[in-house]
């Protein structure tokens, strides 16, 4: 929705300001909710999680690049933010086929 919004801000600074604080705001959510992925890599659960942190931090340099893209090359800055909420999109489309269920530890499927 925020990358929406800054592709469909153009000159509106009014929707700059809801555009931003829905990027800013909606990674924390994601990034906490994605740390169960830890539990699939048995033994390495702690690596897992500070990759998945690390990428978050490192998922600010794009907005990094589409200014260098926007100063260097000229490339619109409504282009490149159409392009970025179609890739979120995909994301967000991907993210339906995910399992209902959580996943369980083999442990746990050992008979007692």
Known sequence: VGAWLLACAGDNEYLWYPGLACVGFGGNGLQITSFHISNLFM??????????????????????????????????LQVQFFGYSIICGIVLLTSTVWPKDPFTCLDDLEPP
């Open 43 to 76: 033994g390495n659960e702690r690596l897992v999680v500070s990759m998945i942190t690390g990428s978050f931090a490192a998922s600010s340099f794009l907005f990094t690049l589409m200014r260098l893209l926007y100063e260097k090359l000229g490339l619109d």
